[in-house]
């Protein structure tokens, strides 16, 4: 049961630093560009993901319920349908920017591709994998880290909307008007 706790703090506390080092105030606060900043936020982020991973296979599995042949098949199907959503949504941004390799030029708002569909299809894309990771592995490990994750995506969403909406301002609350935030006509 202890395990189980460890997990539940160590993913809320990566999605609580997560949250506090990409907000605007904490950029501020450190004396450093935002290219080297961008890289330093993404080596942590990284570090703490891998750390969370291993953390997670140390853990001996209880099944939650009996895997079947179809709900691995789907569970496999949706994850992989979640890392396709994830790796085009960063097709409509530069990646080397992104991670901190490159200076990001003309900031602009995007609107097209998957974001033409969704504000937030990183977030789409997680949910699919956690879901797909659940049918396919139906561990207790793996069913309290997504809902820890899905806990935390609408407070993800509403810091990241503060963000836009600070940079973009009525050109993003045009946008959130008309295209939901995660789900395609639902949410």
Not at 87 to 96: C, D, G, L, T
């Amino acid at each position: 049961m202890m395990d189980y706790l460890e997990l539940i703090l160590a993913w809320i506390l990566y999605l609580a630093l997560h949250s506090f080092l990409a907000s605007t105030w904490m950029k501020s606060k450190i004396p450093i560009s935002a290219r080297w900043y961008r890289l330093l936020y993404s080596i942590i982020a990284t570090i703490g993901l891998l750390g969370l991973v291993y953390l997670m296979a140390l853990i001996p599995p209880v099944w939650v319920y009996a895997l079947t042949p179809f709900l691995k098949f789907a569970g496999m199907v949706a994850a992989s349908w979640g890392v396709i959503i994830v790796v085009a949504s960063f097709r409509q941004i530069s990646m080397k920017a992104f991670l901190g390799l490159k200076k990001e030029n003309n900031k602009e708002l995007v609107k097209t591709g998957l974001h033409s569909s969704v504000r937030h299809p990183i977030y789409s894309g997680t949910i699919l994998i956690m879901v797909g990771m659940f049918a396919s592995v139906p561990s207790l490990t793996v069913l309290l880290t997504a809902l820890v994750i899905f806990a935390y995506l609408p407070i993800g969403v509403y810091f990241e909307e503060k963000k836009l909406i600070d940079v973009f301002g009525q050109e993003y609350l045009d946008y959130k008007e008309n295209v939901k935030a995660i789900i395609p006509g639902v949410l």
